[in-house]
């Protein structure tokens, strides 16, 4: 499998990148019970888990995203929430 450079990063499949978070996550856990299984050929096995390493980078990637963004996020005095300056 060839992988490019994509929005979500380099070596993320510009498929994969398209892919929200729970699309990514359901089917990283589809491909690791596949090879769990042990029932795939060879060849097979070695696609899925090149599969599913990227889809692992996509999740970890939009986990560091969501963990930044509620980083961000502070209580004002008055009880309302707002983004941290940037400053």
Not at 20 to 32: D, G, H, K
Request: glycine share 10%; aromatic share 2%; with cysteine.
């Amino acid at each position: 499998m060839t992988e490019t450079k994509s929005p979500a990063g380099p070596g993320v499949a510009p498929d994969v990148a398209a892919l929200s978070f729970e699309e990514a996550l359901a089917e990283l856990e589809r491909i690791v019970r596949g090879l769990e299984g042990g029932q795939l050929k060879l060849e097979e096995a070695i696609t899925a888990y090149e599969r599913g390493a990227a889809l692992r980078r996509h999740c970890e990637s939009k986990l560091a995203e969501a963990e930044a963004r509620v980083a961000a996020i502070v209580e004002r005095a008055d009880g309302t929430l707002g983004l941290r300056d940037s400053r």
